[in-house]
Structures are given as structure tokens and as C-alpha cells.
């Protein structure tokens, strides 16, 4: 008979690794993409030999999410050239920016679940085809209906980045998953911010075409990159049907637990951060400040370099269980938004204190909860992903009405002091359920309030001897393993 300490060693050593999700069938080696296109030998599926996700593919994986994400924000800086250019008001150009969302949202809910029932290197290759030759389209159109047409199927296809996200958590070691999702999730916010100033320094200085120019080029080069660099991964969902797809998401929802909190904390955390950013520009713009649109875009800058930062604490999240690491980046947002609401109209260090903080500790929850919910089906993380947007599309609106409301009506402290209680409704919805709740329960804390993630010791051990960067810290890691196993034990005593 096999103590509690030996069973839960045994479970988590017998866990699938992303190379053992599908039967190791000779149909599912591919040599070709499309059928007509070589597959490099080296990113050919082979279940003998699972592919090594290295720094490199890991960067890739970023810098590609940063060039693709951008499509979505270009023509924000340039919507008074395009109203010249088109012979328009401001209103009809406005209509832009929605319509690029707009798609954006429909590829979120309709595209990206497809990464869970069809190879996603063909489906990158095809999406990133599709977004560089409709970007042609609008830098050569005179006609403001087929611009604004063709915006909203870039939005529609320019979702790539959500598709990279599962694959980077599937070719990563469970180990190393956290610092993987950070430097993907790094290059997707960086794309929204580096976007707005390229389009504007390039539009400032030529025609608002080249920007669009720009744009081909570069989607160019993620579309080499990927097809030299991105593996071949087989279909892990062979027999689900496109709309088994969405019934599973629905089930996913009402019946796991930690899908409803995951959504319910991103939702609101999304929503603080979107309104953040939205009234920054009328709390800048108005006395005491009353700085130049210039000024205020260098605000993006601070936000950019807490962005920046938070990939280089990529191991620690990786140790630390994702329950904690999301509710500690809360509270420290909380205290930033603190800072806001104190001083952040009446002294400008207050403000950029709070750039810093918010957007970096904004980062850190965001990539805990993509592990987090990365963590329930190792055969649904392109669906769980699509969630996980999905929630945050949702924020994104409630942060952007309702913030611009209040702010309107009664002011910046009154706003940053509502979204104050954002946060602690987030903590309210964390502590429901602790660190190692299991997957069943809706509430409680069994399995203790342990910091770490409960890896087997053999297993640590295997992941420092193979990793020589890692080699540091492994004996670190092995024990705090190892003390939860421990603990765990002890539990189900």
C-alpha cells in the first residue's frame, strides 16, 4: 500500500508532457504545410524526440506577438490624416479604431478556440498571410468604406498572439511555464504601446500610408520567421467538432471553478487597467497639468518599462503557485492605485509612480492567470485561452464606459477611488478559494496555503541537471518541492 506522499509523486510524474497528448500515429507527422508547402526537417512533429523550446523560439514568440498585435492600434495617432486624406469628419474616421476591435473580438471568439482542433503552425502561417496581404489594401485605397472594411478583417485575423500563447504553454516544461507565458505576454502589450508611437513618429513625418508600409514589412518578417522557426504540432483534439468547441467552452465556465474566478478576477483587473490608461490622457490634459498630446505619449514609456521588467521575474513565477503570485500583485496594484487616488491630481511623481506600478503588477496577475488557467486541460489551452480574452474584452469595455463616466461627472479622485474597490473586489473573489484548492471545489482552502508549486523532487531534480542556467537555484526548488509534498501529505491525512 503506497503512502499519500508516494501518490502524489506517482500522479504528477505520470502527468502528460505536451509530446505524449497525441498517440504517436505515423498520420501525424506532416512533411508539408497546406499540402504543397515543405515543412523544414527540424520542426517536423516527432513523438520520439518532443521539440526544445528554447530562449531563441521564446523571443520569437514575443517579438512576433508585438509586430502582429500592433495591426489594432496603428491608426489611432493618424485618424485627422485620414480624415483628410478621405475628405471626412472626425465622427466618420472615429468609427476606425471600433471596427478594428470589433474584429479583433469576433477572431478571439471564433478563430483562436481553433488551435485546439487544427495544427497551429498552419493556422499562424495562414492568419499572418492573411493580416500582411489585406494590410496592402489599405495602404493603396482611396475609398474610407473598403478602409474601414478591410480594418475590420485585419482585426479578424490579427490574432495570431492568442494562438502563440497555448502553443509557448505547451512546448514549455511545466517548470519553466510562467517565464515562457511572461515573455509572449510582454510582447503583446508592448505591440499596444510601441504601435501608437511608431504610427505617430512615422505619420509625422510622411504620409500615413507608409505607416501601413511599415506594417507589410514587418508582417513579412514574422511570416519568414515563423515558417523557419515554428514547429509542426499535431491536431490534439482529433475527434471535437467546430461547435464542440463552444459547447466545451460553456461547460468549462459552469462547471470548473477556477475558470469562473480566473474570469471574474481578470475581468475586473482588466477594466482597472483599461480606465487607467483612458482617463491618464483627461487628467494630464486638464490643470493642474495641462500637458501637450506629446508629453502625455511619453506617459507610455514609464508604462513600457514596467512592462519591460517583469519577464526578468520569469523563474520566480515559475516556483511560486500562481493563486499567490495573483493575489500579491493585486495588492500591490491596489497600493499604486492608493498612490492615485491620495495624489495623482494634485502632484505629477504620484502619477508616474502609478504608471510604473499598475502596469507592471497588471503584467505580473495577467501572466499568473494564464498559467493558472493554462493549468486545468493541457488539451484545451487554445479554448481556456479564448476565456481568458474574452474576460479581458469585457474589462476593457466596463473600464472604458464606466471610468469615462465617472471621471466626467465627478472627477479623477472619484474615479481612481472607484476602481480602488475594483481591486479589493478581486481579492474578495481570490480568497474564495486557496492556492491548492482542488479542482472541484467552489470554495475553501483545502490543501493548505503552501507559496509553492507542488512539483515532484525527481522531478526538480531532472529539470535543474537538464537546464545548466538553472543549476543555481535547483536545489532551491527541489526542496521547496519537496517540503509540499510533504505538506500535501500531511493534508490528506
Same mark, same amino acid.
Given at each position: 500500500?503506497?503512502?499519500?506522499?508516494?501518490?502524489?509523486?506517482?500522479?504528477?510524474?505520470?502527468?502528460?508532457?505536451?509530446?505524449?497528448?497525441?498517440?504517436?500515429?505515423?498520420?501525424?507527422?506532416? $512533411?508539408?504545410?497546406?499540402? &504543397?508547402l515543405p515543412i523544414p526537417r527540424r520542426l517536423r512533429y516527432d513523438p520520439d524526440e518532443p521539440f526544445h523550446?528554447?530562449?531563441?523560439?521564446?523571443?520569437?514568440?514575443?517579438?512576433?506577438?508585438?509586430?502582429?498585435?500592433?495591426?489594432? +492600434?496603428? &491608426?489611432?495617432p493618424i485618424l485627422i490624416q485620414l480624415s483628410a486624406s478621405f475628405h471626412v469628419t472626425y465622427d466618420e474616421v472615429a468609427r476606425i479604431p471600433s471596427l478594428v476591435q470589433a474584429g479583433f473580438g469576433m477572431g478571439l471568439l471564433f478563430i483562436t478556440p481553433l488551435g485546439d482542433i487544427l495544427r497551429r503552425r498552419q493556422l499562424i502561417l495562414l492568419l499572418v498571410v492573411l493580416s500582411t496581404t489585406l494590410t496592402i489594401g489599405l495602404a493603396v485605397t482611396?475609398?474610407?468604406?473598403?478602409?474601414?472594411?478591410?480594418?475590420?478583417?485585419?482585426?479578424?485575423?490579427?490574432?495570431?498572439?492568442?494562438i502563440l500563447m497555448p502553443l509557448a504553454a505547451d512546448l514549455a516544461?511545466?517548470?519553466?511555464?510562467?517565464?515562457?507565458?511572461?515573455?509572449?505576454?510582454? *510582447? +503583446?502589450?508592448?505591440? %499596444?504601446?510601441?504601435?501608437?508611437?511608431?504610427?505617430? %513618429?512615422?505619420?509625422?513625418?510622411?504620409s500615413w500610408r507608409f505607416v501601413y508600409c511599415m506594417s507589410i514589412g514587418v508582417q513579412s518578417i514574422v511570416l519568414g520567421g515563423a515558417y523557419m522557426l515554428l514547429p509542426d504540432y499535431p491536431v490534439k483534439n482529433r475527434d471535437l467538432s467546430y461547435l464542440g468547441i463552444f459547447r466545451s467552452m460553456a461547460k468549462y465556465v459552469v462547471t470548473e471553478p477556477l475558470v469562473g474566478q480566473i474570469?471574474?478576477?481578470?475581468?475586473?483587473?482588466?477594466? &482597472? +487597467?483599461?480606465?487607467?490608461?483612458?482617463?491618464?490622457?483627461?487628467?494630464? *490634459?486638464?490643470?493642474? +497639468?495641462?500637458y501637450s498630446t506629446v508629453i502625455i505619449g511619453i506617459f507610455g514609456l514609464v508604462g513600457m518599462l514596467g512592462v519591460i521588467i517583469?519577464?526578468?521575474?520569469?523563474?520566480?513565477?515559475?516556483?511560486?503557485?500562481?493563486?499567490?503570485?495573483?493575489?500579491? $500583485?493585486?495588492?500591490? $496594484?491596489?497600493?499604486?492605485?492608493?498612490?492615485?487616488?491620495?495624489?495623482?491630481?494634485?502632484?505629477?511623481?504620484?502619477?508616474i509612480i502609478a504608471c510604473f506600478g499598475l502596469d507592471m503588477f497588471r503584467q505580473i496577475q495577467s501572466i499568473s492567470l494564464c498559467a493558472s488557467i493554462f493549468s486545468i486541460s493541457e488539451t484545451a489551452r487554445s479554448r481556456l485561452n479564448a476565456l481568458m480574452i474574452i474576460s479581458v474584452f469585457l474589462g476593457q469595455i466596463t473600464g472604458t464606459s464606466v471610468g469615462t463616466d465617472v471621471f466626467v461627472g465627478y472627477g479623477w479622485r472619484a474615479n481612481s477611488a472607484l476602481f480602488m474597490v475594483m481591486f479589493v473586489f478581486q481579492l474578495a473573489v481570490l480568497s474564495l478559494r486557496g492556492p491548492h484548492c482542488p479542482g472541484n471545489r467552489w470554495f475553501g482552502y483545502e490543501g493548505g496555503l503552501g507559496f509553492w508549486k507542488m512539483?515532484?523532487?525527481?522531478?526538480?531534480?531532472?529539470?535543474?541537471?537538464?537546464?545548466?542556467?538553472?543549476? *543555481?537555484?535547483g536545489h532551491l526548488v527541489a526542496v521547496c518541492d519537496e517540503k509540499e509534498v510533504k505538506r500535501g501529505a500531511q493534508g490528506l491525512r
Open positions: 500500500m503506497t503512502s499519500p506522499a508516494e501518490t502524489i509523486v506517482s500522479s504528477a510524474e505520470t502527468q502528460p508532457t505536451p509530446s505524449s497528448l497525441v498517440p504517436a500515429q505515423t498520420d501525424l507527422t506532416f $512533411s508539408k504545410d497546406f499540402g &504543397c523550446f528554447g530562449m531563441f523560439l521564446n523571443v520569437f514568440f514575443g517579438i512576433s506577438s508585438t509586430l502582429v498585435i500592433a495591426n489594432l +492600434y496603428y &491608426c489611432q482611396k475609398n474610407l468604406v473598403v478602409f474601414e472594411i478591410i480594418s475590420f478583417l485585419i482585426g479578424l485575423t490579427s490574432v495570431a498572439p492568442q516544461p511545466p517548470a519553466r511555464r510562467g517565464s515562457a507565458i511572461s515573455i509572449v505576454q510582454s *510582447g +503583446y502589450l508592448l505591440g %499596444i504601446l510601441i504601435a501608437r508611437v511608431l504610427s505617430g %513618429i512615422v505619420a509625422n513625418f510622411t474570469m471574474l478576477t481578470n475581468w475586473a483587473g482588466s477594466a &482597472c +487597467y483599461t480606465n487607467w490608461w483612458v482617463t491618464l490622457t483627461f487628467l494630464l *490634459g486638464e490643470p493642474p +497639468y495641462s517583469v519577464p526578468f521575474f520569469g523563474r520566480l513565477l515559475d516556483r511560486l503557485a500562481p493563486w499567490w503570485s495573483t493575489v500579491v $500583485s493585486t495588492m500591490l $496594484s491596489l497600493v499604486f492605485q492608493a498612490v492615485q487616488t491620495g495624489a495623482g491630481g494634485v502632484n505629477i511623481a504620484a502619477v512539483l515532484p523532487f525527481k522531478q526538480s531534480q531532472l529539470i535543474a541537471s537538464e537546464d545548466p542556467g538553472n543549476a *543555481g537555484c
